[in-house]
């Protein structure tokens, strides 16, 4: 049916009057009150009976939605009181177009109209704080002498407040990249409307918004919290989500650098939207973003010209339009491109022509930035930690996960803890209690009513997309006479490994009762459900396809079609229904999809696949269908670990675990431990007064840099949370470490000069330190400068070098060029010295075993301990091997406690000896 050629039904046609008007009702009250409620409308009764009506997604699209005579007609009514034409007529469009609101002017001033389902125009506000969002209703300020009795202005009609004024905001990291479709009221202006938004940069926290919890103001950024006189002590940060248009991009493997090239690209894959604190989340005001810029301008042409009024109220009023898939700034904006007899008043929801969402809906995910992704694992002909060897093979199997999933430490961890949207499948098999009854006997429209009471008892109703019972084309012994396929779409934030766990807990195993047969009648069977672990759709563009004959289902074991005996899909079944999301966003109800998987080539073993289980044939085991899934291809088999590794005996070979977790706890424990090796080391030089000497003096200034260097690095954990604080305290932790490093080669120095030259001549000690403090801190605050400057310029003025994600150096580059290559250099003179020092000691033939040497013989322990401990880190970076890593952070993370070992502790045990002798002889 041809819509547009339908003819226009006129109100008179059309309406049934069951009262008289008396002749004296001619003022503008009277109109009002006849026409709204003394009159009922048969056309309205028409309009409702349309939009109950099958035709609703096409014949309502004209006759419901579109203004009619009598529209026009209300709206002159209401306003025909109004002496001020230009105010008239902007009232008059929006009464047409927008009714159903309160408009400020009493109950009376409000044009009544049947909303079925959406209203095109979002709500107008009559509180005085809508000055600030620029959504006050067109009628809330106008005011005149001569007003009918029926309008009835408010108290509080004048507006003191002179708030910063707020903008509707869609908070993305690249404001003109893939859309999140959540706006927000925020703050984007200083005071007197100066600008504190700076461009997009790879300095995510200069884009995040901000809530503060003193004034419940939500700002853009962070700037603009601080030029509106907000305290940083009452700023909190919004989460952010990362959301891409391809799934694999949103699950994709990448540090900070590509996630920014990802998100920034010509055509970016994705984009990082921020969302406001859980705890705080009822006090942020969402809002409608509008999608099209303002165009009155454009259209004020000498062929179309468009009155003043209307482009003066297009930049005013943040009222947005839904027209189509458009969304105007106001109603008024639209008016300027089209007649008002083409715009719609509502639309529906359900309809063809109309949705809710006007954007595809991109795969998201919660995303911590402070998380540190894995390497990405290299292939090379030795095993290596994300394999396997398996000595009757005689190869090297891949472990794996799904693409939700990361391979961490011999378990699937999942790669975002919260999604925002994903499918999940469940493919069942049918068996009936009586062997005799075919399933085709059974009402198969019976077994849906039933499973879908089961589902909502299991609080899984909302979430059906779709169920088709499935069976065999011909009766072959291979192909099932019954399987059903379960199709759920959940689009909230939720957690992929929790729910997939709890659906397998629930379709393991488990009965419909009572299910009747078609003949005989009266007849009941049982049907039990068993869950398999391989899929009976065909992979591909068709998967959660919305239109069920377009599906193509297959036997995963034979590949031999098989056909939908019933179908039931919510996607049609009205507008409140789930709709099924995007095919790509889907994850099989199986064991093997939560597991780490040993993936075997067919080419490498003989198997046989059949009946929902594999068979290994060289090692005569088994594995059932929810543990092993098959390739698209049918070239390999991915078998659960575990199940692997406890059928069949293998030895396994660069199976290191690497957890980080764990490591990081044992580097807290040895900083803690050098911390109070440090401090005590100071302590026991102080307090048996050995400051003498200039060797006392390095001592107690090393342990005093060691101390410092293990503290700031700590505490800078605890500094994310403002951009300030993480750079200050990352400009500490990389000069601490660097004064740690050099000190400990100015130790070294002294060990070698005083080895090599074999004469300690006496020096001034404090000015000996003192310039050796000048020189330690020239060089390491040069290398500290060099990288905020660096930085500062190749980043156009935007950062300083310093990462807000890890309180310290953010740049890989600036890592090696201003701490990893000096602390190198640093440990190759150490070294060079300790050869020659010990080579010039083989040499001498009598060692002075004098006191002075034998604390210069102390230094020289120092410098083997601490100095060229260091290259077990470098030697870490360059193999990959953990074992450096952990004796790295003994030695190098616990010097502190060394330093004690070496020297406080020798020096408290030499006092109490020589305590002891004194005791001695005044016995004597």
């Known amino acids: 049916m041809n819509v547009s050629k339908l003819p226009r039904i006129h109100q008179d046609d059309l309406m049934v009057k069951f009262v008289d008007i008396p002749a004296s009702l001619t003022n503008a009250k009277s109109c009002v009150f006849v026409s709204r409620v003394k009159t009922i409308r048969f056309w309205q009764l028409i309009r409702i009976l349309i939009l109950i009506s099958p035709f609703k997604a096409s014949f309502s ?38 009714p159903e609101q309160d408009m400020c002017l009493g109950s ?27 959504t006050c209703c067109p009628s809330k300020f106008y005011r005149q002498t001569d007003t009918p009795d029926f309008i009835e202005y408010q108290k509080n009609t004048i507006v003191t407040e002179k708030e910063t004024p707020m903008s509707c905001f869609e908070p993305l990291w690249n404001p003109i990249g893939i859309r999140s479709k959540r706006s927000y009221w925020m703050i984007k202006t200083c005071p007197n409307n100066i600008n504190c938004i700076s461009p997009p940069s790879i300095n995510i926290s200069s884009s995040t918004p901000v809530t503060s919890l003193a004034t419940n103001q939500t700002y853009r950024t962070i700037q603009c919290a601080l030029c509106n006189q907000e305290e940083m002590s009452s700023l909190v940060e919004w989460g952010k989500k990362k959301f891409c248009n391809l799934r694999s991009a949103l699950f994709a493997e990448e540090d900070f650098n590509s996630l920014y090239q990802s998100v920034f690209a010509l055509n970016p894959l994705c984009n990082i939207g921020f969302y406001p604190p859980t705890f705080y989340e009822d006090k942020v005001q969402p809002c409608v973003e509008y999608t099209h810029e303002d165009k009155c301008n454009e259209s004020n042409t000498e062929n179309n010209v468009v009155d003043a009024y209307l482009i003066k109220a297009c930049q005013e009023f943040y009222l947005p339009y839904i027209f189509y898939n458009i969304i105007y ?4 904006c639209a008016l300027c491109e089209h007649d008002i007899t083409n715009l719609p008043i509502q639309y529906i929801s359900g309809g063809f022509q109309w949705g809710e969402d006007f954007l595809p ?49 011999q378990s699937c961890s999942l790669v975002h803890q919260m999604v925002n949207e994903n499918n999940y499948e469940i493919n069942l098999i049918a068996s009936v209690n009586d062997n005799e009854i075919h399933p085709t006997n059974i009402s198969s429209q019976s077994i849906l009513n039933a499973f879908q009471v089961f589902l909502r008892r299991k609080k899984l109703g909302k979430y059906l997309c779709r169920i088709s019972i499935l069976g065999s084309v011909e009766s072959d012994h291979d192909v099932l006479d019954m399987a059903m396929v379960i199709e759920l779409s959940i689009s909230n934030l939720h957690n992929i490994d ?43 563009s068709n998967l959660f396809n919305k239109k069920i004959e377009n599906r193509f289902y297959v036997h995963p074991g034979s590949g031999k079609e098989m056909v939908v005996y019933n179908s039931l899909g919510t996607l049609y079944q009205g507008h409140e229904s789930q709709n099924c999301l995007r095919g790509q966003m889907m994850s099989i109800v199986a064991d093997w999809y939560r597991c780490p998987k040993v993936k075997i080539k067919t080419s490498d073993a003989r198997m046989d696949i059949s009946n929902f289980s594999v068979c290994l044939l060289d090692y005569g085991k088994c594995f059932t269908s929810i543990y092993f899934k098959q390739s698209l291809d049918k070239r390999s088999v991915s078998i659960c670990l575990e199940q692997y590794l406890q059928s069949i005996k293998v030895i396994k070979s660069s199976f290191i675990s690497s957890n980080d977790s764990l490591m990081s706890y044992f580097s807290l424990v040895c900083l803690s431990l050098s911390s109070l090796g440090s401090l005590a080391t100071v302590t026991v030089f102080l307090l048996k007064g050995s400051c003498s000497r200039i060797a006392d003096v390095n001592i107690i200034i090393l342990a005093t840099f060691v101390s410092f260097a293990n503290i700031t690095y700590i505490l800078s954990k605890f500094f994310l949370w403002s951009r300030t604080l993480c750079i200050g305290i990352g400009m500490l932790v990389h000069f601490n470490w660097l004064s740690v490093v050099c000190w400990m080669s100015l130790c070294s120095f002294q060990v070698f000069q005083a080895f090599t030259s074999f004469h300690v001549s006496e020096v001034k000690v404090v000015p000996k330190v003192l310039s050796c403090l000048v020189m330690n801190l020239i060089i390491c605050l040069s290398l500290v400068v060099i990288n905020v400057v660096v930085s500062f310029v190749k980043s156009n003025r935007e950062n300083f070098g310093y990462s807000v994600l890890t309180c310290y150096i953010g740049d890989s580059d600036m890592v090696l060029f201003t701490f990893a290559l000096p602390v190198g250099v640093l440990i190759c003179i150490n070294m060079f010295m300790f050869a020659v020092t010990v080579l010039r000691i083989s040499k001498r033939i009598n060692v002075q075993k004098s006191q002075e040497e034998h604390k210069m013989r102390a230094y020289f322990r120092l410098s083997t301990i601490t100095g060229v401990t260091w290259l077990f880190g470098f030697l870490a970076q360059f193999t990959g091997h953990q074992l450096f890593d952990i004796l790295h952070t003994v030695f190098s993370g616990g010097q502190g406690l060394f330093l004690y070992l070496a020297f406080g502790l020798s020096l408290t045990t030499k006092q109490k000896n020589s305590n002891h002798s004194k005791d001695s002889k005044t016995l004597t």
């Not at 209401?78 to 469009?93: A, E, F, G, R, V």
């Not at 009747?516 to 591909?540: A, D, E, K, R």
């Open 61 to 98: 699209f004209f006759y419901e939605q579109l203004p009619m005579p009598f529209d026009f007609d209300d709206a002159y009514n209401l306003t025909s009181w109004m002496t001020d034409t230009t105010t008239k007529n902007i009232i008059q469009k929006y009464l047409i177009l927008c």
């Open 108 to 134: 009376m001033f409000k044009r009544g109209y049947p909303i079925v389902d959406k209203s095109a125009c979002t709500p107008c506000e009559c509180d005085d704080s809508c000055v600030r969002r620029s």
């Open 329 to 332: 700034k106001n109603i008024y």
């Open 361 to 409: 809906n991109p795969f998201s995910a919660l995303i911590d930035f402070q998380q540190i992704p894995d390497k990405p694992i290299k292939k090379r002909l030795a095993c290596a930690k994300n394999q396997m060897l398996d000595n009757r093979l005689n190869m090297c199997l891949d472990i794996e996960c799904e693409v939700e999933y990361r391979y961490h430490n």
């Open 498 to 540: 929790q729910m997939l766990k709890y659906l397998l807990t629930i379709f393991s195993s488990f009965n419909l009762n009572n299910i009747p047969l078609y003949i005989p009648y009266n007849t009941f069977v049982n049907i039990s459900f068993s869950l398999v672990g391989q899929s009976f759709h065909v992979y591909g």
